[in-house]
């Protein structure tokens, strides 16, 4: 669990980022990979030996040699050959090596990167395409980086050496012979090309049926409730259709592609065969240079394969690389200040003053303005989508007002490191989340290694105490994924253990209570009355004894607060509280009748201990 707890050095220690993150990782391996290119002109040096030697073997053949001579021909090539397989071994193992360690500082930075940023970014960005660009991209950055680069240079080094071989022995043939190699370059590069546009087809067809079956069996329940396995199942072969259609077109290009090059590397040995035999005939080179010609000849017709397939490996590089620099040079729009303002103890005043926000352009508040005395319960009430949670947003500084301030014992939350304000407030959102880990672990996510008595006093405020029973591994049930799935009202109720663990000065409960059954909040409130006292507590609720409950009341409206009282004087007022707090008690009462109902028909109560399965209080 440690693990997981961030501290600020961890997160800005990164320091000034790079223009270009992969560069400053080239640069620092830089000696590797010139290493990795210095083998690689040697071996290719010594590739061109074995030619060499089959030269001087014909040549002495035809002029009249020995057994013992070619036997030590033979073993001249057999130790070329051993040399130069060690040395290109050396060689791309120095590069590939250096390019897992690339990968390496590459996924650091991208998931030190991932804590740093905040909300805003992954509100604008989804989760499969930030999850394929720390894998795949990665994946293809690295293969770059080590293999392809190490068969990039290699055919550059090999077509630079085997051209100067060429031309030393015959630069009229040579030039012959390589007449068509720009026009069966070409062809490979578009071949290549093709071929990667299918393949790209093929992989995007895959993906969306990837996606697709994923969909269907975390949707199952959807499905089934409204029966739609038929129409699933045809989309799904239509789908699947498609993608076998793509896959047969890819398949028809990487057959044809062999074929095509074994006719370009024909051509050109034909070419040899008719021009350099009259040559031979002519006496102006060796039957051995004949042959050493032809099979350097072959061994660089064989690299122009690569080419098209470097093109196509350096775009997909290209736009892996962007597609990771892009997340790398993302800044936070929250930022840390400077020069933080050290606040020893926090006491727990909260002020919203002339508050202005915006989300995409609507107004959400408007010139709020609210004072909360530290250690007073205070609830906020409000049609949904007034603007409640966007007040807690502005208190963590997941968002920043854009007039205004919002001020904590009257300093504004700006001004104080977001460790130490986030610190100092205990959010129980309005949607719980849970890690799969244990429950210990989740409730103890804030604060580390919390002593056992804390433990117990969060779980007994928040009545989870209760379930752990029933939960089977006590506090050490997992959670989650292949653990045990808690009710929502568990749920909700392990983020409140987990938020009071922090033992925060300010404590905000977002409609943190909707899933839980009245009697059971009751206990709760009444318990965090004695947990909390000495301390502020915002609460964003519905329920009627929930609101009685609050010192005092205000509600929200227009993005400012219309009223402002404690719950006797608002109901006297009669004004808006008086009656939503009207309509609420109805609702309230309607729902438990159904319920008794419910309870009646079926002869016994199907819910969880401390928990609703209705929303009674979840809505306004
Ligand atoms: P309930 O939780 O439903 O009771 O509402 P609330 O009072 O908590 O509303 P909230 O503060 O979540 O949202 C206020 C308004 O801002 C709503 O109109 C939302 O649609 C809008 N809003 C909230 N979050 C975002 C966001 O991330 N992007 C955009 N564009 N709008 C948002
Ligand atoms: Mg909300």
Same mark, same amino acid.
């Given at each position: 669990m440690a693990s997981r707890v961030v501290t600020p050095e961890r997160i800005t220690d990164t320091g000034p980022r790079h223009k270009n993150p992969l560069i400053k990782y080239v640069l620092r391996y830089k000696w590797h990979y010139a290493g990795g290119f210095a083998a690689l002109v040697f071996a290719s040096v010594l590739s061109m030996l074995p030619p060499l030697v089959l030269k001087i073997a014909i040549d002495d053949l035809t002029a009249g040699t020995t057994v013992s001579r070619l036997a030590a021909l033979g073993g001249i090539v057999i130790a070329i050959a051993l040399v130069e397989s060690a040395i290109r071994f050396g060689g791309r193992l120095l590069v590939s090596s250096r390019a897992r360690w690339i990968e390496y500082h590459l996924r650091d930075d991208l998931a030190r990167q991932f804590l740093r940023l905040d909300r805003s970014f992954y509100l604008r960005s989804r989760t499969g395409d930030l999850m394929a660009r720390a894998t795949n991209d990665l994946n293809w950055i690295r293969d770059f980086m080590g293999p392809t680069v190490n068969d990039i240079w290699f055919t550059v080094v090999m077509l630079t050496v085997g051209l100067t071989f060429l031309f030393s022995i015959d630069v009229r043939l040579t030039l012959l012979s390589i007449v068509y190699f720009p026009f069966v370059a070409g062809v490979v590069i578009y071949l290549e090309t093709t071929l990667e546009d299918k393949f790209r087809l093929v992989q995007e067809q895959f993906g969306h049926l990837t996606n697709r079956a994923q969909e269907n069996v975390s949707g199952i329940r959807a499905i089934k409730a409204y029966a739609q396995e038929e129409s699933e199942v045809e989309s799904w072969a239509a789908d699947n259709r498609e993608l076998m259609r793509r896959a047969l077109s890819f398949g028809r290009w990487v057959s044809g592609f062999f074929p095509m090059m074994i006719l370009a590397t024909g051509i050109g040995t034909a070419l040899v065969i008719w021009f350099g035999g009259r040559d031979v005939v002519a006496g102006d080179i060796t039957l051995g240079q004949f042959v050493q010609f032809n099979v350097i000849l072959r061994m660089l017709a064989s690299q122009l394969t690569v080419l098209g397939w470097v093109v196509s490996a350096w775009q997909q590089f290209i736009a892996s690389l962007g597609r990771i620099n892009e997340i790398l040079r993302e800044e936070p729009d929250i930022d840390e200040p400077a020069e933080p303002r050290v606040l020893d103890t926090i006491r727990g005043d909260v002020a919203f003053e002339g508050v202005t926000f915006e989300h995409d352009g609507r107004?959400?508040?408007?010139r709020l303005d609210l004072r909360i005395a530290a250690g007073s319960t205070v609830a906020i009430v409000g049609e949904t989508g007034a603007g409640k949670t966007t007040m807690v947003d502005l208190l963590t500084r997941v968002f920043d007002p854009w007039e205004g301030r919002v001020t904590v014992d009257g300093v !504004?939350?700006?001004?104080?490191?977001l460790q130490r304000l986030r610190d100092a407030i205990g959010v129980v959102p309005q949607e719980a989340f849970l890690f799969s880990e244990s429950l210990h672990e989740n409730i103890s996510f804030g604060r580390v290694d919390p002593p056992a008595d804390d433990v117990d006093e969060a779980l007994k405020t928040s009545q989870l105490s209760n379930d752990l029973e029933q939960l089977g591994?006590?506090?050490d049930t997992l959670i989650g994924e292949r653990g045990v799935t808690l009710s929502g009202g568990q749920k909700q109720r392990a983020t409140l253990a987990r938020a009071l663990l922090k033992r925060p000065p300010i404590l905000v409960l !977002?409609?943190?209570?909707?899933?839980?059954d009245t009697n059971t909040e009751e206990e709760i409130l009444r318990r965090l009355r004695v947990f909390m006292a000495e301390r502020t507590t915002l609460v964003i609720a519905h329920r009627s004894s929930t609101l009685a409950a609050a010192d005092r009341i205000v509600v929200l409206e227009d993005g400012a607060i219309a009223e402002d009282g404690t719950h006797e004087e608002l109901l006297a007022a009669d004004g808006r509280y008086a009656g939503y707090y009207r309509r609420q008690l109805l609702r309230e009462q309607a729902a438990a009748e159904e319920r008794e109902l419910a309870v009646e028909d079926q002869g016994q109560s199907g819910t969880a201990a401390g928990d609703r399965a209705d929303e009674e209080g979840a809505q306004s």
């Open positions: 107004t959400v508040l408007d !504004d939350v700006r001004e104080l490191s591994g006590g506090l !977002d409609d943190s209570l909707s899933h839980v």
